[in-house]
């Protein structure tokens, strides 16, 4: 595998997690049993 290939593979993995973790806490912050933190 080339080296310009598998940098480009583990940058999307990290974007990916960045991802699910951006949606995992918007979801979780828009619980109604947890305060909102704006006003």
Not at 17 to 37: D, E, G, Y
Request: with cysteine; glycine share 0%.
């Amino acid at each position: 595998m080339p080296k310009n290939e598998y940098k480009q593979k583990s940058e999307c993995r990290v974007l990916l997690a960045f991802v699910s973790l951006s949606t995992l806490s918007t979801s979780w912050s828009l619980l109604p049993n947890r305060p909102l933190p704006l006003e």
